[in-house]
């Protein structure tokens, strides 16, 4: 509904609340970092978004097993936030580390993949690099292809 001020309370008071009734590693904080952190990226405070995302990612790393798909998720939006910082290099690493998670946690031609693709080709058209991003964007196509109905 873009009423983020309202969605940004929810999730703090929500946060809050499993801060006292959960471990302190718990994966329900993550998704609450994780939430906030969308927020934070939809309302173009990125900073706030990138420590929300690596609040997320440090807890995922200790609640989840190693290729956990929650963990691709986090890679993928610190790489978001990373690509709307102009921070190029890092949004690459990010999002191919989420690629590689997905690679082995998720079947072949899932959707995310289509969607990692095409946003590593966001990250190379930023950069100029219109051949990679070309490359990107049509394995992008590719998987929606099969994945998605007509």
Same mark, same amino acid.
């Given at each position: ?55 997320? +990612? ?35 690493? *990010? ?6 998670i997905q690679k082995i946690a998720l079947p ?6 289509? *969607? ?10 930023n950069m100029g690099e219109y051949s990679k991003? +070309? *490359? ?15």
């Amino acid at each position: 509904m873009g009423e983020y001020s309202k969605a940004l309370s929810s999730y703090e008071q929500s946060l809050e609340i499993k801060k006292i009734a959960l471990p302190p590693n718990h994966p329900d904080l993550a998704a609450s970092y994780n939430n906030i952190g969308m927020v934070y990226y939809k309302i173009d405070e990125y900073s706030k978004a990138l420590s929300s995302h690596e609040r997320s +990612l440090e807890i995922r790393k200790i609640a989840l097993p190693p290729n956990h798909p929650d963990l691709a998720s986090s890679y993928h939006n610190i790489g978001l936030v990373y690509d709307n910082m102009g921070e190029y290099s890092k949004a690459l690493s *990010s999002l191919e580390r989420s690629l590689e998670i997905q690679k082995i946690a998720l079947p072949p031609n899932h959707p995310d993949f289509a *969607s990692s693709y095409h946003n590593i080709g966001n990250v190379y058209d930023n950069m100029g690099e219109y051949s990679k991003a +070309l *490359s990107s964007f049509e394995r992008s196509l590719e998987i929606r292809k099969i994945a998605l109905p007509p």
